[in-house]
């Protein structure tokens, strides 16, 4: 039966990441990239897809795990009834010199265990047997491009396509065990001494984690913060400075839907409340390595400008169904690439231009040419803006003329406005702000409904948009306008289900796709952040409280969440909800948190709390 999607935690090293169960198996590894074709591919169909399980043999008594303290590292522990164990696994950081290495180490607490490690390799998303050669350091296995290594004293067995051994840990004992990744036409490459590794990747974690602003938040919102950050920072591909919206494919939005997408790509979606996630949190080395991959991703033609790129920039991503995996919790299909690349989406114009706007006010490092390119992208919106589009969720079913698309086509050219004016940049400043204008008065005469009192989905409709909700926070109209107080009364009355926001209503809005899913979690963070604007503060804390609520033990955070069944839903860790939390944390903790910032058009600034 599968693990449930919180029963797994996260390791990485800034080029990948692995899935780890409650139950010592690592279920999900894509090598060499987060988007490389996984080698572990059981989260997404059966064992016999790839996994590399370390676990007791005889039943647990007892089993928790968690991360060291401030760091990606986990720890699993298990109970038996003759002894203790734990289970260290992480991967070496930082890796910018070399392949990923994932390194799990199993330590005798008390008593004797008998432990069996299991590794089955399948290539190409769960498909692919390797040619296995046994090696005095364990075995080498390779397939077409891809070899790995795995290095353990472990007596291995050869037996049914899979590599088994059976090993007893006392107390004190510690047993390594290293898979190492290289492509297969070079030599591989060896760890010397995998427990000083194990030292120096701790002390790395740590003292990132020191270098950022966390420690001055209030005791109570630090660790949640902190582990957001580890997250998000384990989901940047170094290289390149990108963030994937998440290390997963088609884990589904509704469990045997079809709603199954490839997330292992950076949205431009999400641009602006990450620059603004970890400039409130000190990062600025991030930050600038963010809006540098975003100007070199979005280089060229702005009528090919896309709504996703690769992790280095790449444009082609098409998608196709992996027919041989049977999905998770039998939900079909499983995809990789996603057509959505292929959309167009009007409002990721306003989030580009908004995140160098911020990027500018934070005085990261100037950069000329993205001025140069702000206004070749206005240039090309200022024709465009009138036409329907696929809105910020992507749907696959007929364009509209999405609300939130032309809020932030406001965006994009009220940012240029202030810019021009504030930095003596040049521009033609006076057809801006006609524009401006222009769009501003076409959403309010119709994007709203006067019988909801409130705005809707899209022009002509009568749905809502969780993304309505940030209309205030881009400083469309002030929170305190009865349109933008009544859409925040229409989004509680029609959007909110077992405490939490839908992103739209699946019945109501023809998405192209069907069917069911849970609740969007950041789009119910958005809505605790709209509580602060409006200075309901106690309520802003109570939806933060019921959101923490909903991380699994470690801390983590999937796209959705189900309240009929308590359970994670969608990709995971997904980096949309981790930015959303540490936002709306430094809402609570600061009277110029980011929603603020974003409404004054500033760089982030400030400390002083309201959580308590």
Known sequence: MALRIEDYGLIGN??????VGRDGSIDWLCL??????ACFAA???????????VAPRQALSGCSRCYLH????????????????TVTDFMPVPSLDRSPDVIRIVTGVSGIVEMEMELTLRFENGQAVPWVRRKDYGLSAIVGPHAVELVTDLPLKGQDLKTTAIFRVKACDSIPMTLSYHPSKEQPHFIADRRELLDQTKGWWREWVRSGTSNYLPV???????????????????????????????????????????YRYCWLRDSALT??????????EEAQDWRQWLLRAIAGSPQQLQIMYGLAGERWLPEFEVPWLSGYEGSRPVRIGNDAVNQVQTDVFGELIETLHAAREAELEPQEEAWRLEKVLLCHLGATWQEPDRGIWEVRGPPRLFTH???MAWAALDRAVISHDKYHLEGPVSSWRQLRQRIHDDICDNGFHAGKNSFVQYFGGDTLD???????????????????????????????????VARYSTGETDDGVGGREGAFLACSFWLADAYVLGERHEDAREMFRRLLGLRNDLGLLAEEYDPGSGRLLGNFPQAFSHISLINTAHNLASIEGPAKQRVNKTAPNGRKGLLK
């Open 14 to 19: 800034m080029l990948s990441a692995a899935l």
């Open 32 to 37: 060499p990239r987060f988007d490389s074709p």
């Open 43 to 53: 989260l997404l169909g059966t064992p016999d897809n790839g996994r590399w399980k």
């Open 70 to 85: 401030d760091t990606g590292i986990l720890e699993s522990r298990f109970e038996t009834e003759t002894g203790v164990v």
């Open 220 to 262: 109570g919102l630090r660790d949640a913060v902190v582990r957001s950050l580890i997250t998000l920072k384990m989901l940047i591909y170094a290289p390149t400075g990108g963030i994937v919206a998440a290390p997963t494919t088609s884990l589904p939005e509704a469990i045997g839907g079809q709603r199954n997408w490839d």
């Open 275 to 284: 620059l603004y996630a970890l400039l409130n949190s000190g990062y600025r």
């Open 405 to 407: 698309s032309r809020a």
């Open 466 to 500: 969780a993304s309505l909700l940030l209309m205030a926070q881009l400083g469309f109209l002030p929170a305190d306008d009865p349109r933008i107080v009544g859409t925040l009364h229409a989004v509680e009355r029609e959007l909110v289900n077992g405490g939490l």
